[in-house]
T-cell receptor, first 113, second 112 residues
Framework: EAQVTQNPRYLITVTGKKLTVTCSQN?????MSWYRQDPGLGLRQIYY???????DKGDVPEGYKVSRKEKRNFPLILESPSPNQTSLYFC????????????FGPGTRLTVL | LAKTTQPISMDSYEGQEVNITCSHN???????ITWYQQFPSQGPRFIIQGYKTKVTNEVASLFIPADRKSSTLSLPRVSLSDTAVYYCLVGTMNSGYSTLTFGKGTMLLVSP
C-alpha cells in the first residue's frame, strides 16, 4: 500500500532530551516535507526537501533539523526540545512535477514537558 | 504566495450539495489551486486541484472562473463523514510547489 509512515505516533518527553521523529514513504517521491499544526495557527511548514541531500527551511525551522540521505526517509530531529515544540507533526511527500498535491502521513503528537 | 480567504465555517445537511468558495485575488499566472480535507488528528488529504474552468473527480468538482480570482469546491450529496476542515491553497509552479501555505480552512459540519 502506498503510504507515508511516521514513528512514533505519540511521544511524551522532557525539555532538552534529543529526539528524532522518523518519516518514510514507499512511493519513490522526490519531495518530502515536515509540518506542525497548532490550534489557532493552522499548519506551518518546518522544512522541506526537493530530493536526496537537498533540504531547505520552511516557515518555522527554528529548533529543528532534518536530513535526507535516502530518498524514502526524511527524519525530523529536535536536538533540545522545548515546551513550545509541543505540537502535532505531519510528514508529507509527493513526486516532482506533479503540482502541489501532497500525501500526508498520519501525524505524530509530541508533548514536551 | 497568493493569500486565500475562505469562510470560517459552514453548516449543511446530509444529501445536500455543498459549495465552499475561496478568494485568491492575487493569484499568479502559474499558480494552481488545490483543495485539501482534514479530519481531526489526521493529516490533510488531497481532494482536487485545477488551473482554470472546471475539474471533476470521483470526490468533488472545482469551478474556477475566467479571472481565477476565486474558486469553488463543490461536494455533491454530502454525508456525515464529510464533516471536516477544508483548505484552499494556491501554489506556485515556479517554486516547484516547495512551500504550501495552509490558511485556517473552512470547518464544514454536516448534520443528519
Amino acid at each position: 500500500e502506498a503510504q507515508v509512515t511516521q514513528n512514533p505516533r505519540y511521544l511524551i518527553t522532557v525539555t532538552g532530551k534529543k529526539l528524532t521523529v522518523t518519516c518514510s514513504q514507499n512511493m519513490n517521491h522526490e519531495y518530502m516535507s515536515w509540518y506542525r499544526q497548532d490550534p489557532g495557527l493552522g499548519l506551518r511548514q518546518i522544512y522541506y526537501s526537493m530530493n536526496v541531500e537537498v533540504t531547505d527551511k520552511g516557515d518555522v525551522p527554528e529548533g529543528y533539523k532534518v536530513s535526507r540521505k535516502e530518498k524514502r526517509n526524511f527524519p525530523l530531529i529536535l536536538e533540545s526540545p522545548s515546551p513550545n515544540q509541543t505540537s502535532l507533526y505531519f510528514c508529507a511527500s509527493r513526486p516532482s512535477g506533479r503540482g502541489p498535491g501532497v500525501f500526508f502521513g498520519p501525524g505524530t503528537r509530541l508533548t514536551v514537558l | 504566495l497568493a493569500k486565500t480567504t475562505q469562510p470560517i465555517s459552514m453548516d449543511s445537511y446530509e444529501g445536500q450539495e455543498v459549495n465552499i468558495t475561496c478568494s485568491h485575488n492575487n493569484i499568479a499566472t502559474n499558480d494552481y489551486i488545490t483543495w485539501y480535507q482534514q479530519f481531526p488528528s489526521q493529516g490533510p488529504r488531497f481532494i482536487i486541484q485545477g488551473y482554470k474552468t472546471k475539474v471533476t473527480n470521483e470526490v468533488a468538482s472545482l469551478f474556477i472562473p475566467a479571472d481565477r480570482k476565486s474558486s469553488t469546491l463543490s461536494l455533491p450529496r454530502v454525508s456525515l463523514s464529510d464533516t471536516a476542515v477544508y483548505y484552499c491553497l494556491v501554489g506556485t509552479m515556479n517554486s516547484g510547489y516547495s512551500t504550501l501555505t495552509f490558511g485556517k480552512g473552512t470547518m464544514l459540519l454536516v448534520s443528519p
